[in-house]
């Protein structure tokens, strides 16, 4: 069984005003987001005591500043 497609096509399109108001939007949030995730990742960590570190990463624990949690 074959399927139907229709040989109409539709274009869509959006006012070039929309389009630049999405790219400011976007670079803004994205700006703003840039200096927020430390900020909240810093709380996050002060908030919980410690946070999760991959095995074998070069950073050492909090406690005692050795062992490579």
């Keep these: 069984m074959g ?3 229709d040989d109409d096509t539709v274009t869509v399109t959006m006012p070039v ?3 630049w108001l999405l790219r ?3 670079a803004a ?3 703003g987001a840039g200096f927020g995730v430390a900020p909240l990742a810093n709380w996050l960590v002060d ?3 410690s946070a999760p570190v991959r095995s074998g990463s070069p950073r050492s624990c909090r406690r005692c500043g050795r062992c490579p949690c």
Excluded: K, N, V, Y
Aim: no cysteine; proline share 0%; aromatic share 14%.
């Design 47 to 49: 908030l919980t005591g």
């Design 17 to 19: 005003r929309w389009l």
């Design 24 to 26: 400011i939007g976007g």
């Design 29 to 31: 949030l994205g700006f």
């Design 3 to 5: 399927t139907r497609t």
